[in-house]
């Protein structure tokens, strides 16, 4: 399945915008500019800095979503504390997230929430993690399950719940239903940098995540086309074509070529 298969936003983060859609985000307080995974990243300083979107998309009748970001921590304070990465939805109306946590170590969960505090379910990480370094944290919600991802290699699936929360109805007409940084009901905000944040409504693959890690150098927005195959074109008279199939002559004998791969950032990529 094609990455972009389902994709509702994509940002960089080099500003704003929503690349793959119309969901821009609005800026309160975080910085542009900071050293991104790939290219630039928003800095955000746990004092009140928040990134948002009031009407990404509604979550009334979905059974999949999952999130998908690079995150790096420069502070997260004492014991027990949690800061919110990417949050859609909220605490008190219901939601999922991707976050950080101080437990006896500093790890990465993913949470799903009905409203309230009564029904939860999460999947805590076994990295512990350091400060100042970028991690590849993805969050898959699919019915009642809640998987981790941390860097590829890491996958834990419901760690915890208290209940037995679902999807809850979130609708895009709710205040700051997409939330970076920020988690308005506790008050609390995330000082670090973030960075090539991604919402889908449907459940990504093992496979998929370990795209998107690509080997730990990230896979920009840009490079997913190349990556699942579908923009080899070749001009033909000013007008540029698809590359369904090619053949190659050996010895006087046309032969089909079954794949081929393009090398995109000394990584391989298969075409088709």
């Known amino acids: 399945m094609a990455l972009k298969t389902n994709l509702v936003a994509y940002y960089k983060l080099e500003d704003e915008t929503d690349s793959h859609g119309a969901f821009d985000l609005t800026v309160d307080g975080a910085t542009a500019g900071a050293t991104g995974k790939i290219d630039d990243a928003y ?13 990404l998309f509604e979550m009334d009748s979905q059974t999949a979503v999952s999130i998908s970001a690079w995150l790096k921590t420069d ?15 909220s605490k008190s109306t219901g939601g999922v997230a991707i976050r950080v946590a101080t437990d006896a170590n500093k790890v990465f969960q993913a949470i799903m929430r009905t409203a309230g505090e009564g029904e939860l379910r999460y999947a805590q990480g076994a990295t512990n ?20 991802y941390i860097n590829n290699a890491d996958k834990v699936s419901n ?16 205040a700051d239903n997409l939330r970076l940084g920020f988690d308005a009901v506790d008050g609390k905000y995330y000082d670090g940098k973030i960075d090539e944040v ?8 093992d496979a998929e995540v370990e795209e998107l890690y690509n080997e730990g150098n990230g896979l920009s927005y840009d490079e997913w086309d190349a990556a699942a195959g579908t923009n080899s074109q070749i001009n033909i008279g000013d007008n540029w074509k698809t590359i369904d199939s090619i053949q190659i002559n050996i010895g006087d004998n046309w032969k089909e ?3 081929m791969q393009v090398n995109i950032g000394d990584n391989w990529k298969t075409i088709f």
């Open 198 to 205: 991604a919402v889908w409504n449907r459940a990504l693959t």
């Open 75 to 89: 502070n997260i304070g004492a014991a027990s504390n949690r800061y919110i990465g990417v949050l859609f939805g």
């Open 43 to 55: 800095d955000f300083d746990g004092g009140n800095d928040k990134m948002y979107c009031d009407d």
């Open 159 to 174: 760690t915890g719940a208290s209940g037995t929360p679902t999807f809850v109805e979130i609708n895009n007409d709710d």
């Open 129 to 148: 993690f350091v400060y100042g370094t970028y991690y590849h944290v993805v969050g898959v919600f699919q019915d009642g399950t809640v998987t981790i």
């Open 257 to 259: 070529v079954s794949g």
